[in-house]
């Protein structure tokens, strides 16, 4: 994926949960009754499927959305508006959690990190029972989150009750400027990488590109996408993470609308060569769905976990003339096969339970992937230098000297995914690929790999570039190197 910049063919869709595309209404004053009769022209001329008589029939908001049936589609006030609009660009000024509605209170299931929730001790799972004194037992979502919500440097009295603890806590946070960080990355054993993602904001497509290059970077050579507890987020950010694992014109989503108009959308770029295991739940929703769906449909990997939500509907957000917003539905996607998954969900390739063994067969299946990927090679024949079979250019050119051949650290570096800095504090030049590290001591002739200390018999600076032994180059990645005494040529394979 190094230095490709992904393109999908699309139509212009600004999403969250899915799909929102906001479309604005004329601004004017409206009553209740101007406002209903705008609401049932939408749903009218706007919803995905055929609506029934007696919804357009309705004498009120509340009544036209119950008769319509539909859980992802709602009348938002103004104020709730505002807040849906803040809470989907994931910058806001609160204190740091993800809710959800429980049966009689709204219920914490995420604190984020370095956050003001985090610092006063908050955990998953604990109840919003009262804020600034007032009972909050069936209040909605969107009121509760509203109230948590204020102006950065002012405080909130939240009283929380957790299971186990007889006593409710109470406590006092004072609210900050959260930029929620969506994507966390690290490098696991062997060359497996890791990517937890937690919603799709629109910035979640080039925060996952970058996460991938600082892998690559330190010798990833296979990838785990954490997507549980993901409930959805932007579709243009789902598409650009997506589009990572389909080949040139490959199907990536197809939107189905009114009268089956379908729009599809397909990648302009490679595939990733590399394995890939995507984590899922019963939480892992809509964009969640639309990543794992690729993922599972172009072949580029496998699924683990349980089976996921099974939400594959298209809500469009519709601005009302009296500022509030109207969230209907007016399409459902497909998978790139072409499976319907709403209300179905995607079922895993290994379906596991328990949690901690969804991450432990993820890394199981990608060591066996890891095996079977082919080696690069590297070899150095007078002055050809083939790269995987192919002739390039290796400047500076590599040289022997006291009969040892010397290939220049940095370049190679380049070819086999280890990074190569200069410490002027230790006078010493730095290679690391994962736990992997060399110092080489130009002045003291010697190199460090992996704590083990390495004499050098000659001068490994040249013209200002740093050059190593080759031998020495095979020791620190533990890799293979061949001399055919035939041909000359030296074979390096890793």
Same mark, same amino acid.
């Given at each position: 994926?190094?230095?490709?910049?992904?393109?999908?063919?699309?139509?212009?869709?600004?999403?969250?949960?899915?799909?929102?595309?906001?479309?604005?209404?004329?601004?004017?004053?409206?009553?209740?009754?101007?406002?209903?009769?705008?609401?049932?022209?939408?749903?009218?001329?706007?919803?995905?499927?055929?609506?029934?008589?007696?919804?357009?029939?309705?004498?009120?908001?509340?009544?036209?959305?119950?008769?319509?049936?539909?859980?992802?589609?709602?009348?938002?006030?103004?104020?709730?508006?505002?807040?849906?609009?803040?809470?989907?660009?994931?910058?806001?000024?609160?204190?740091?959690?993800? %809710?959800?509605?429980?049966?009689?209170?709204?219920?914490?299931?995420?604190?984020?990190?370095?956050?003001?929730? !985090?610092?006063?001790?908050?955990?998953?799972?604990?109840?919003?029972?009262?804020?600034?004194?007032?009972?909050?037992?069936?209040?909605?979502?969107?009121?509760?989150?509203? %109230?948590?919500?204020?102006?950065?440097?002012?405080?909130?009295?939240?009283?929380?009750?957790?299971?186990?603890?007889?006593?409710?806590?109470?406590?006092?946070?004072?609210?900050?400027?959260?930029?929620?960080?969506?994507?966390?990355?690290?490098?696991?054993?062997?060359?497996?990488?890791?990517?937890?993602?937690?919603?799709?904001?629109?910035?979640?497509?080039?925060?996952?590109?970058?996460?991938?290059?600082?892998?690559?970077?330190?010798?990833?050579?296979?990838?785990?996408?954490?997507?549980?507890?993901?409930?959805?987020?932007?579709?243009?950010?789902?598409?650009?993470?997506?589009?990572?694992?389909?080949?040139?014109?490959?199907?990536?989503?197809?939107?189905?609308?009114?009268?089956?108009?379908?729009?599809? +959308?397909?990648?302009?770029?490679?595939?990733?060569?590399?394995?890939?295991?995507?984590?899922?739940?019963?939480?892992?929703?809509?964009?969640?769905?639309?990543?794992?769906?690729?993922?599972?449909?172009?072949?580029?990997?496998?699924?683990?976990?349980?089976?996921? +939500?099974?939400?594959?509907?298209?809500?469009?957000?519709?601005?009302?003339?009296?500022?509030?917003?109207?969230?209907?539905?007016?399409?459902?996607? %497909?998978?790139?096969?072409? +499976?319907?998954?709403?209300?179905?969900?995607?079922?895993?390739?290994?379906?596991?339970?328990?949690?901690?063994?969804? %991450?432990?067969?993820?890394?199981?299946?990608?060591? !066996?992937?890891?095996?079977?990927?082919?080696?690069?090679?590297?070899?150095?024949?007078?002055?050809?230098?083939?790269?995987?079979?192919?002739?390039?250019?290796?400047?500076?050119?590599? +040289?022997?000297?006291?009969?040892?051949?010397?290939?220049?650290?940095?370049?190679?570096?380049?070819?086999?995914?280890?990074?190569?800095?200069?410490?002027?504090?230790?006078?010493?030049?730095?290679?690391?690929?994962?736990?992997?590290?060399?110092?080489?001591?130009?002045?003291?002739?010697?190199?460090?790999?992996?704590?083990?200390?390495?004499?050098?018999?000659?001068?490994?600076?040249?013209?200002?570039?740093?050059?190593?032994?080759?031998?020495?180059?095979?020791?620190?990645?533990?890799?293979?190197?061949?001399?055919?005494?035939?041909?000359?040529?030296?074979?390096?394979?890793?």
């Amino acid at each position: 994926m190094r230095c490709i910049r992904k393109q999908v063919v699309r139509v212009l869709l600004l999403c969250l949960f899915l799909t929102l595309v906001f479309a604005h209404g004329a601004w004017a004053g409206a009553g209740e009754d101007e406002l209903l009769q705008e609401i049932k022209s939408y749903v009218e001329r706007e919803y995905v499927g055929p609506v029934a008589p007696e919804v357009l029939e309705a004498a009120s908001v509340e009544e036209l959305f119950q008769k319509l049936g539909d859980p992802h589609s709602g009348y938002m006030t103004p104020e709730e508006f505002e807040n849906f609009k803040i809470a989907s660009a994931q910058e806001y000024a609160g204190v740091g959690m993800q %809710l959800e509605q429980g049966e009689e209170y709204v219920v914490v299931v995420k604190v984020f990190p370095n956050t003001p929730a !985090e610092r006063v001790g908050v955990q998953p799972g604990d109840e919003i029972r009262a804020i600034n004194g007032e009972d909050m037992k069936g209040r909605s979502l969107e009121e509760v989150a509203a %109230l948590i919500r204020g102006k950065a440097g002012t405080a909130v009295l939240i009283e929380f009750a957790r299971q186990g603890v007889a006593e409710p806590m109470i406590v006092s946070v004072t609210r900050e400027n959260i930029h929620l960080e969506v994507v966390h990355a690290e490098l696991k054993e062997e060359g497996i990488g890791y990517i937890k993602l937690d919603t799709f904001t629109p910035t979640a497509g080039a925060e996952f590109d970058e996460a991938v290059a600082e892998l690559e970077n330190l010798g990833m050579r296979g990838l785990i996408i954490d997507l549980r507890q993901n409930s959805g987020g932007y579709l243009n950010a789902a598409l650009d993470i997506g589009a990572n694992f389909a080949g040139v014109g490959e199907p990536l989503l197809h939107v189905v609308g009114r009268d089956n108009k379908t729009v599809s +959308y397909q990648s302009l770029t490679k595939a990733a060569e590399l394995p890939v295991v995507v984590l899922v739940d019963d939480k892992s929703a809509s964009a969640s769905e639309i990543v794992s769906g690729i993922i599972r449909d172009t072949g580029a990997g496998i699924l683990v976990g349980t089976k996921t +939500y099974g939400k594959a509907s298209v809500q469009t957000v519709f601005t009302l003339s009296n500022g509030g917003g109207l969230k209907l539905t007016t399409a459902r996607y %497909l998978t790139p096969k072409k +499976y319907d998954i709403n209300g179905v969900g995607l079922v895993p390739d290994q379906v596991e339970e328990d949690e901690a063994k969804q %991450l432990e067969k993820a890394i199981a299946y990608l060591r !066996e992937q890891i095996k079977k990927l082919p080696r690069h090679e590297l070899v150095i024949k007078g002055e050809q230098v083939l790269w995987n079979g192919k002739d390039i250019d290796l400047a500076p050119a590599p +040289y022997t000297a006291g009969g040892q051949l010397l290939v220049p650290l940095r370049a190679v570096g380049e070819l086999f995914g280890f990074t190569v800095t200069w410490d002027g504090t230790n006078n010493q030049v730095v290679a690391s690929i994962g736990d992997k590290e060399l110092q080489m001591r130009p002045e003291g002739g010697e190199v460090v790999i992996n704590g083990q200390v390495h004499r050098l018999t000659g001068p490994v600076m040249y013209q200002g570039n740093a050059f190593i032994p080759i031998h020495l180059l095979a020791d620190f990645l533990d890799a293979s190197c061949d001399y055919d005494g035939k041909t000359g040529a030296v074979t390096f394979r890793f």
